[in-house]
Nanobody, 123 residues
Framework: QVQLVESGGGLVQPGGSLRLSCAAS????????MGWFRQTPGREREFVAAISPGGLTTYAESVKGRFTISRDNTKHTVYLQMNSLRPEDTAAYFCAGDLDGLGGARIIHYDYWGLGTQVTVSS
């Protein structure tokens, strides 16, 4: 059974930075596409960033130039470096994995999910 555990969320001031981590177990991590999504109460979960098994990355327009997704296959971990954070980035952030390696922005591609970590950007 595949499991994902996110960490690194917290409270940060506008303009600050956080790095989220997502540790995977129970799958052949290196062939999975991985993604980050976020959700606020009353809204649908939205795409943030994704990384292919080979390291190709895609981003939502709202985070381009501020967020960076990366992966370390030796540690079975994917990261989301978030810089220049804004109050509108406040959300629960979820890590997801796609066993078929497709990934991308479409939620339906993802087979398994973590429980999320809260990010709050506020002064």
């Amino acid at each position: 059974q595949v499991q994902l555990v996110e960490s690194g969320g917290g409270l940060v001031q506008p303009g600050g930075s956080l790095r989220l981590s997502c540790a995977a177990s129970g799958s052949i991590f290196s062939i999975n596409a991985m993604g980050w999504f976020r959700q606020t109460p009353g809204r649908e979960r939205e795409f943030v960033a994704a990384i292919s098994p080979g390291g190709l990355t895609t981003y939502a327009e709202s985070v381009k130039g501020r967020f960076t997704i990366s992966r370390d296959n030796t540690k079975h971990t994917v990261y989301l470096q978030m810089n220049s954070l804004r109050p509108e980035d406040t959300a629960a952030y979820f890590c997801a994995g796609d066993l078929d390696g497709l990934g991308g922005a479409r939620i339906i591609h993802y087979d398994y999910w973590g429980l999320g970590t809260q990010v709050t950007v506020s002064s």
